[in-house]
């Protein structure tokens, strides 16, 4: 019982943070790429740390083939800095819906993620929330949810670091730790430091 749990953790904790970190990603690639760009200026002058363009109370959305809402990105306000190529967006909120009509939603005070999307940040009171859904074999699996001050996504390497206190949840099962350190590709993840986990016992009927 110990070890199927464990493995339906391990699952849960891997797929959780790409699946949102793919939902970030998507929403503020699009909002970098659709912006009109601005004349590029005359003389090449050294690039200062200040933005080219702003954002107020926007929402971006994406849909599937058949009109299905995809994703979402909320946020109150963005900025685009050049020297850095990177976009800020205050409060954000997102949410994304798989295939099987599953939700991820996050929400931080904070996200920055660079000019391709391949790296994002998110920070202040970051919260991600995987809602109970019916995997590929059918099986029922519950609510997920990660808490913390900072989650940093490299899309492309496939992983997901914290070295600040994080906090994991799937149902019933609790655990915290002092760092985070999640590599899909090697399907590993590390906590580190004061780790501490709750694994109620399930009971059989």
Do not use: C
């Not at 699946?19 to 050294?46: C, D, F, H, I």
């Not at 800020?88 to 929400?107: D, H, K, P, Q």
């Amino acid at each position: 019982m110990i070890n199927w749990l464990r493995v339906g953790w391990e699952r849960m904790s891997l797929y959780l943070p790409v699946a949102l970190m793919g939902l970030l990603a998507l929403g503020t690639y699009w909002l970098v790429r659709s912006t009109p760009q601005l004349m590029p200026p005359e003389l090449q002058v050294p690039a200062r740390h200040e933005a080219d363009y702003f954002m107020r109370k926007f929402s971006v959305k994406t849909f599937d083939e058949a009109g299905r809402l995809k994703a979402e990105v909320i946020g109150t306000d963005a900025r685009h800095f050049p020297d850095t190529d990177t976009l800020e967006i205050n409060l954000v909120r997102m949410r994304s819906f798989g295939e099987s009509g599953g939700l991820t939603a996050a929400t931080a005070r904070r996200a920055v993620t660079n000019g391709d999307a391949s790296e994002v940040e998110l920070h202040g009171d970051a919260h991600v929330v995987r809602e109970p859904f019916v995997d590929k074999t059918g099986k029922l699996q519950p609510r997920g949810e990660f808490r913390g001050q900072f989650l940093h996504a490299f899309l492309k390497l496939e992983r997901v670091k914290s070295h600040l206190p994080v906090e994991l949840i799937r149902g019933n099962d609790r655990f915290t730790a002092d760092t985070l350190d999640f590599d899909n590709i090697e399907r590993v993840i590390q906590l580190k430091g004061h780790v501490k986990g709750t694994m109620p016992p399930t009971v059989i009927q």
